[in-house]
């Protein structure tokens, strides 16, 4: 027997070597098939088998049924329908079921012949429940029987064909026999199917009626599935246990049991409440879902609160419960203000709700058409809050539900309170579509809708819109509205027409009624744009449209609202509703009349800015002559001029002197001088010089008395505002146009004075070698050079210092006498030059005082100390010129070198000499020593006095006057006279 095993498994594994697969199935499927094909086959080699190999043969040829059908049922899913209706079922099962009657022939065949084989009982099984799975169940009672008869005593197949034998009994309906079996099989608490056979009998005392007992053995399955031996059928207990306890009516017990041992509870108990309200009643079941809510809101567990509270509407409805039914509506709304409902929740929410209420309108309005006296207050406003509550919950639906609380009144004859709800109604249905603001990244978008779910979507919308309108209007038809509140509400309803609806039947009559309502009023901006909108939607309406404008302007004439008519003239004259030529001059000639009085009267009234504008428009009227826009363009110049608006004025004064006659002008010649002089006052240098020019031109040849005060304003003011080049050219205007000499030399004068008063120099230089030659300029020449030099020199640019004095040479006189500037400067060059050389002189030098000798001693001595009269000599002619820039520079270099042979003398000490010698030596030495710094000292007073006197104008002035010493350079500066310049600024380049 080992030897047949051994060589069974050897001929196996060589035969995996040869596997054939099959590629419409899986991997899996394919490896067993073939593990249990080559088992066979390795089996049947065996020439002589016992019931023990047979018996493996029956396994095997089980499993491959399985296998077979497997592949048969994938065979026919993927099959064309026609092709199994063709076939039928059974053709695509035939192998399956050819096999399964193999196997049982061959497995009654081994009985039969080893009739005590100690495995039969398995047999019996294997056909038993071959029977149940593939041949129809026909014989699964008989083979579990037979099972059970041939078992060993303690075999495991007892209890295997006892649970078989009790679900086929179970499936049966043969619920006593099932129980009979499952008291056998529940004793073996070993199987890990324990907790299924213990809700299977639950189920089977349920079906005899022995409730409490099925009780017991669905809590013990479900108390036992918490063991992770066991089966878990925890859920399908609890489906089915709260049935239990209604049919034992042990309602509260099993609501307790739920609220004990499940977490949420609430879908269960749901359940378990409806059927308590099918066979216990509506107080059982309240108390169940009593029990159920509380238990979510004690647990706070929101969605399983609004699942409860959903089920609760049906449940109260169904019996008349209504309070009860709007205090969780109420509940229902308050949760979803503070997270509103999801998706799924909202839609059942709002079917529910909307159904009930839906009921709650249809009886109030059928009641109240019958005795709309006596209706009911509460049940109105209950409906009005429910469709509240829609709106909250269902925002999306807003104008629906806003429309049905307008129908609920309306139903009434409250037709006030109607057209609110319909007001509301329709600012809700102008918003729908419009794409709203994402104020939240997270939030869902809205799914998308079909073609056709658009199209649907559209069509209840308009029709809706047009309900509105329908009972809005007639709201306003059957109310008992005062003034104010008809007006209001009609003017709503009619603006809300034309907008929605603006070419429409309705809407064509309601343009006049809305015009007339608003021109009644006198609210004419609002009937204007009505006829606007009249007109853009109705073309052909003129006849309609020009008498509604012409109220409109009579409107404006009787109030003498000129700039209302000047507004239309233009239009009427572009072809507006085509009136004829006859009626627009005569507006032409009303508005005329009108508006110059007025704008006098406003200007008169300080109203200038109104008035400017009044005569700007009839400057810009094509119906006035030209004296008239002449006036108007100046007395608009005058009044802009008043107003600081001086570019305006400009302009217009620019227009008004085009359009006088040169007479009108001539007589405005000192206006015109006031004006200038105004706008010069008013900062506005350039329309200044501009119109004086002008006016200058205009009358250049004619003499007047303002002509010499107009050409100076022309050239200067252009020249503030650095327009070189018109100054200039204004200034050459003044030859051709008789300006004596004298004043066209001084605004010549008064151009260079500007250019270097404001330090351009650039423009000055051009100017000087342009006019150089005008020897009446000569000694301003003179005397701004020397100012632009010590500028320069206080600035410290010693190059535009040098290009200054060379330029300032070439206007030096050889042989007239020269000018005091003249002087100075080449005072001031000659110093420059010569003090280099006098600060670089030695004037202190002695010899080595370790090498001492007499006599050297002396002569270097007397050396330094003809050099010191030198120095004094050389400057002496510079001191005595008085200019206090070289004067106190001199001054500093002679303290500067008498001091420093002073301390030189002071510090000498020879080396190596007898005491005696040396200490009157010393003394010698320090007594001319104190005269030299003495004389130093001297000096310096003299320096800083100077300084003090002069009032010299340097940098570092604060820090020069009063103190003892003398820094060793000293920015000086040209006395203050000719100083024309702040320290502050900077000379700009030449």
Same mark, same amino acid.
């Given at each position: 027997?080992?030897?047949?095993?051994?060589?069974i498994?050897?001929?196996?594994?060589?035969?995996?070597?040869?596997?054939? *697969? $099959?590629?419409?199935?899986? /991997?899996?499927?394919?490896?067993?098939n073939?593990?249990? =094909?080559?088992?066979?086959?390795?089996i &049947?080699t065996?020439?002589?088998?016992g019931?023990?190999?047979?018996?493996?043969l029956?396994?095997?040829?089980?499993?491959r049924?399985?296998?077979?059908?497997? &592949?048969?049922?994938?065979?026919?899913?993927?099959a064309?329908?026609?092709?199994? *209706?063709?076939?039928?079922?059974?053709?695509?099962?035939?192998?399956?079921? !050819?096999?399964?009657?193999?196997?049982?022939?061959?497995?009654?065949?081994?009985?039969?012949?080893?009739p005590r084989?100690k495995?039969?009982?398995?047999?019996?099984?294997t056909?038993?429940?071959?029977?149940?799975?593939?041949?129809?169940?026909?014989?699964t009672?008989?083979?579990?029987?037979?099972?059970?008869?041939?078992?060993?005593?303690?075999?495991?197949?007892i209890?295997?064909?006892k649970t078989?034998?009790a +679900?086929?009994?179970?499936?049966?309906?043969?619920y006593?026999?099932?129980?009979?079996?499952?008291?056998?099989?529940?004793?073996n608490?070993?199987?890990?199917?324990?907790?299924?056979?213990?809700?299977n009998?639950?189920?089977?005392?349920?079906? /005899?009626?022995?409730?409490d007992?099925?009780?017991e !053995?669905?809590?013990?399955s479900?108390?036992?599935?918490?063991?992770?031996?066991? #089966?878990?059928?925890?859920?399908?207990?609890?489906e089915?246990?709260?049935?239990?306890?209604v049919l034992?009516?042990?309602v509260?017990?099993?609501?307790?049991?739920?609220?004990?041992?499940?977490?949420?509870?609430?879908?269960?108990?749901?359940?378990?409440?409806?059927?308590?309200?099918?066979?216990?009643?509506?107080?059982?079941?309240e108390?169940?879902?009593?029990?159920?809510?509380?238990?979510? #809101?004690?647990? %706070?567990?929101?969605?399983?609160e609004?699942?409860?509270?959903?089920?609760?509407?049906d449940?109260?409805?169904?019996?008349?419960?209504?309070?009860?039914?709007?205090? /969780?509506? @109420?509940a229902?709304?308050?949760?979803?203000?503070?997270?509103?409902?999801?998706?799924?929740?909202?839609v059942?929410?709002?079917?529910?709700?909307r159904?009930?209420?839906?009921?709650?309108q249809?009886?109030?309005?059928?009641n109240?058409?019958t005795?709309?006296?006596?209706?009911?207050e =509460?049940?109105?406003?209950?409906i009005?809050?429910?469709?509240?509550?829609?709106?909250?919950?269902?925002?999306?639906?807003? =104008?629906?539900?806003?429309?049905?609380q307008?129908?609920?009144?309306?139903?009434?004859?409250?037709?006030?309170?109607?057209?609110?709800?319909?007001?509301?109604?329709?600012?809700?249905?102008?918003?729908?579509?419009?794409t709203?603001? *994402?104020?939240?990244?997270? +939030? *869902?978008?809205?799914p998308?809708?079909?073609?056709?779910?658009?199209?649907?979507?559209?069509?209840?919308?308009?029709?809706?819109?047009?309900?509105?309108?329908?009972?809005?209007?007639?709201?306003?038809?059957?109310?008992?509205?005062?003034n104010?509140?008809?007006?209001?509400?009609?003017?709503y309803?009619?603006?809300?027409?034309i907008?929605?609806?603006?070419?429409?039947?309705?809407?064509?009559?309601?343009y006049?009624?809305?015009?007339?309502?608003y021109?009644?009023?006198?609210?004419?901006?609002?009937?204007? !744009?009505?006829?606007?909108?009249?007109?853009?939607?109705?073309?052909?309406d003129n006849?309609?449209?020009?008498?509604?404008?012409?109220?409109?302007?009579d409107?404006y004439? &009787?109030?003498?609202?000129?700039?209302?008519?000047?507004?239309?003239?233009?239009?009427l004259?572009?072809?507006?509703?085509?009136?004829?030529?006859?009626?627009?001059?005569?507006?032409?000639l009303?508005?005329?009349?009108?508006l110059?009085?007025?704008?006098?009267?406003?200007?008169?009234?300080g109203?200038?800015?109104?008035?400017?504008?009044?005569?700007?428009?009839?400057?810009?009227?094509?119906?006035?002559?030209?004296?008239?826009?002449?006036?108007?363009?100046?007395?608009?110049?005058?009044?802009?001029?008043?107003?600081?608006?001086?570019?305006?004025?400009?302009?217009?004064?620019n227009?008004?002197?085009g359009?006088?006659?040169?007479e009108?002008r001539f007589?405005r010649?000192k206006e015109?001088?006031?004006?200038?002089?105004?706008?010069?006052?008013?900062?506005?240098?350039?329309?200044?010089?501009?119109?004086?020019?002008r006016?200058?031109?205009i009358y250049?040849?004619?003499?007047?008395?303002?002509?010499?005060?107009?050409y100076?304003?022309?050239v200067?003011y252009e020249?503030?505002?650095?327009?070189?080049?018109?100054?200039?050219s204004?200034?050459?205007?003044?030859?051709?146009?008789?300006?004596?000499?004298?004043?066209?030399?001084?605004?010549?004068?008064?151009?260079a004075?500007?250019?270097?008063?404001?330090?351009?120099?650039?423009?000055y230089?051009?100017?000087?070698?342009?006019?150089?030659?005008?020897?009446w300029?000569k000694?301003?020449?003179?005397?701004s050079?020397?100012a632009?030099?010590?500028?320069?020199?206080?600035?410290?640019?010693?190059?535009?210092?040098?290009?200054?004095?060379?330029?300032?040479?070439?206007?030096?006189?050889?042989?007239?006498?020269?000018?005091?500037?003249?002087i100075?400067?080449e005072?001031?060059l000659?110093?420059?030059?010569?003090?280099?050389?006098?600060?670089?002189?030695?004037?202190?030098?002695?010899?080595?005082?370790?090498?001492f000798?007499e006599? @050297?001693?002396n002569?270097m001595?007397?050396?330094?100390?003809?050099?010191?009269?030198?120095?004094?000599?050389?400057?002496t002619?510079?001191i %005595?010129?008085?200019?206090?820039?070289i004067?106190?520079?001199?001054?500093?270099l002679? +303290?500067?070198?008498?001091?420093?042979?002073?301390?030189?003398?002071?510090?000498y000490?020879?080396?190596g000499?007898?005491?005696?010698?040396?200490?009157?030596?010393?003394?010698?030495m320090?007594?001319?020593?104190?005269?030299?710094?003495?004389?130093?000292?001297?000096?310096?007073?003299?320096? @800083?006095?100077?300084?003090?006197?002069?009032?010299?104008?340097?940098? $570092?002035?604060?820090?020069?006057v009063? @103190?003892?010493?003398?820094?060793?350079?000293i920015?000086?500066?040209?006395?203050?006279?000719?100083?024309?310049?702040p320290?502050?600024?900077?000379?700009?380049?030449l």
């Amino acid at each position: 027997m080992i030897k047949n095993i051994c060589l069974i498994f050897i001929l196996l594994s060589l035969s995996l070597l040869t596997q054939a *697969k $099959d590629a419409g199935m899986s /991997t899996k499927w394919n490896r067993l098939n073939h593990l249990i =094909d080559e088992e066979i086959k390795t089996i &049947k080699t065996i020439t002589k088998m016992g019931p023990r190999l047979r018996w493996r043969l029956i396994e095997l040829n089980t499993e491959r049924i399985k296998l077979v059908r497997e &592949k048969e049922n994938k065979t026919f899913l993927n099959a064309k329908s026609s092709l199994r *209706k063709s076939k039928g079922k059974d053709w695509f099962f035939r192998d399956s079921k !050819n096999l399964y009657f193999q196997v049982r022939k061959d497995a009654l065949a081994i009985i039969k012949k080893w009739p005590r084989f100690k495995y039969s009982s398995e047999i019996y099984y294997t056909l038993a429940l071959n029977s149940r799975d593939y041949g129809g169940d026909k014989e699964t009672e008989k083979f579990l029987l037979k099972s059970l008869k041939n078992a060993i005593p303690h075999s495991p197949i007892i209890h295997a064909a006892k649970t078989s034998l009790a +679900e086929y009994y179970y499936n049966g309906k043969k619920y006593k026999k099932a129980i009979r079996y499952y008291t056998d099989v529940l004793k073996n608490k070993e199987d890990e199917w324990y907790t299924k056979h213990l809700y299977n009998v639950a189920w089977c005392f349920i079906k /005899t009626k022995d409730y409490d007992k099925a009780i017991e !053995n669905a809590k013990l399955s479900f108390f036992n599935s918490k063991d992770k031996n066991y #089966i878990s059928v925890r859920n399908q207990v609890l489906e089915s246990i709260g049935f239990f306890f209604v049919l034992a009516e042990r309602v509260e017990e099993g609501a307790k049991f739920y609220v004990d041992n499940v977490e949420k509870p609430g879908e269960f108990m749901i359940k378990m409440a409806k059927k308590t309200a099918e066979d216990r009643g509506y107080e059982k079941a309240e108390y169940v879902f009593n029990a159920a809510l509380n238990n979510s #809101i004690d647990k %706070k567990n929101l969605e399983e609160e609004i699942e409860i509270r959903l089920s609760q509407l049906d449940f109260y409805r169904n019996f008349k419960k209504f309070e009860n039914f709007w205090t /969780t509506t @109420v509940a229902l709304d308050e949760i979803n203000k503070v997270k509103p409902l999801g998706d799924d929740f909202q839609v059942t929410a709002v079917e529910k709700i909307r159904s009930f209420v839906g009921y709650l309108q249809v009886r109030f309005t059928r009641n109240s058409k019958t005795n709309i006296e006596n209706y009911d207050e =509460d049940q109105k406003k209950r409906i009005l809050h429910f469709f509240d509550v829609l709106s909250r919950i269902n925002s999306e639906e807003t =104008d629906n539900y806003r429309y049905y609380q307008g129908e609920t009144l309306f139903a009434i004859s409250d037709f006030k309170g109607s057209f609110d709800y319909y007001q509301l109604a329709l600012e809700h249905n102008k918003t729908k579509f419009k794409t709203p603001v *994402k104020k939240d990244k997270t +939030e *869902k978008k809205a799914p998308k809708l079909s073609a056709e779910e658009v199209k649907e979507q559209t069509e209840k919308h308009e029709a809706l819109k047009l309900k509105i309108f329908d009972s809005l209007l007639s709201s306003l038809e059957n109310g008992n509205f005062n003034n104010e509140e008809r007006y209001n509400r009609t003017v709503y309803t009619y603006k809300n027409h034309i907008e929605v609806y603006p070419k429409n039947e309705r809407t064509r009559v309601i343009y006049s009624k809305l015009f007339n309502l608003y021109l009644k009023r006198k609210e004419i901006p609002n009937s204007q !744009n009505t006829l606007e909108q009249y007109i853009s939607a109705y073309k052909n309406d003129n006849k309609i449209q020009q008498g509604m404008f012409t109220q409109i302007l009579d409107f404006y004439i &009787k109030t003498k609202d000129s700039d209302k008519i000047a507004l239309w003239i233009p239009k009427l004259k572009g072809g507006f509703l085509a009136f004829d030529k006859d009626y627009i001059e005569k507006a032409v000639l009303i508005l005329g009349s009108i508006l110059f009085d007025s704008y006098q009267k406003l200007d008169g009234a300080g109203k200038k800015d109104e008035a400017a504008k009044g005569y700007l428009a009839l400057f810009e009227s094509e119906k006035y002559p030209q004296s008239i826009k002449a006036k108007s363009a100046y007395r608009a110049s005058i009044l802009f001029l008043d107003l600081y608006q001086t570019k305006e004025a400009y302009k217009w004064m620019n227009i008004s002197l085009g359009l006088f006659t040169e007479e009108e002008r001539f007589q405005r010649k000192k206006e015109i001088l006031a004006f200038v002089q105004t706008l010069m006052l008013s900062q506005d240098f350039t329309s200044s010089a501009r119109v004086a020019s002008r006016y200058i031109t205009i009358y250049c040849s004619k003499p007047f008395k303002e002509k010499e005060e107009l050409y100076q304003a022309s050239v200067q003011y252009e020249l503030i505002e650095g327009n070189d080049e018109l100054a200039y050219s204004n200034y050459k205007l003044g030859k051709k146009c008789n300006i004596k000499k004298s004043v066209r030399n001084g605004v010549l004068l008064g151009m260079a004075q500007y250019f270097v008063r404001h330090r351009q120099y650039q423009k000055y230089t051009s100017f000087f070698n342009t006019h150089k030659k005008k020897a009446w300029l000569k000694e301003f020449f003179h005397t701004s050079f020397l100012a632009i030099y010590w500028d320069y020199y206080l600035a410290g640019n010693e190059k535009s210092m040098n290009q200054v004095a060379e330029m300032y040479k070439t206007i030096f006189d050889k042989d007239t006498p020269k000018l005091k500037a003249q002087i100075e400067m080449e005072t001031v060059l000659a110093f420059n030059k010569l003090y280099p050389k006098l600060e670089k002189k030695e004037m202190s030098s002695l010899p080595d005082e370790n090498n001492f000798k007499e006599d @050297v001693f002396n002569k270097m001595l007397e050396k330094n100390i003809e050099n010191l009269k030198k120095l004094a000599a050389d400057l002496t002619p510079y001191i %005595k010129s008085g200019y206090p820039h070289i004067v106190t520079k001199s001054y500093q270099l002679l +303290e500067a070198k008498y001091s420093k042979l002073g301390n030189a003398l002071m510090l000498y000490s020879p080396k190596g000499l007898p005491k005696e010698y040396l200490e009157g030596f010393k003394g010698a030495m320090n007594g001319l020593a104190q005269n030299l710094l003495k004389e130093a000292r001297g000096q310096q007073l003299t320096a @800083v006095r100077l300084i003090n006197k002069e009032n010299i104008l340097n940098p $570092d002035v604060d820090t020069i006057v009063g @103190v003892p010493d003398i820094i060793s350079i000293i920015k000086h500066r040209h006395p203050a006279n000719l100083y024309v310049l702040p320290k502050d600024r900077k000379g700009g380049p030449l």
